[in-house]
């Protein structure tokens, strides 16, 4: 199965969830990369996570957290880098 309906990807990440079944007999018995499987569990995940909320966010301002969380992350990413050069523990 290369093409999945969105109702077909919510039944399999439920029954994931509810530990019916597991992300490597998913793959097996639809032909599905492991990785592809679990995005849609994350997905899944966050927002049920979101609709659970008092006041729920729309999907513009889930993409900016998401957006503000990895820019945050590079530039952590970058600090490590510069402190590393800095002390001379580039990696070669």
Known sequence: ?????????????MEIIQGKSTVAEASRA?????????????????DMEN???AKPMDIREQYEKQLKELQ?????????????SLLGEDDK
Not at 1 to 13: D, E, N, P, S
Not at 30 to 46: C, G, H, N, Q, Y
């Open 72 to 84: 945050e992350a590079m530039l952590e990413l970058r600090t490590r880098k510069k402190l590393q």
């Open 1 to 13: 199965m290369k093409r999945c309906t969105a109702k077909r990807k919510a039944a399999l990440v």
């Open 51 to 53: 609709a659970l909320r």
């Open 30 to 46: 639809f032909d599905l990369a492991p990785s592809e499987i679990e995005t849609w569990v994350d997905e899944a995940k966050r």
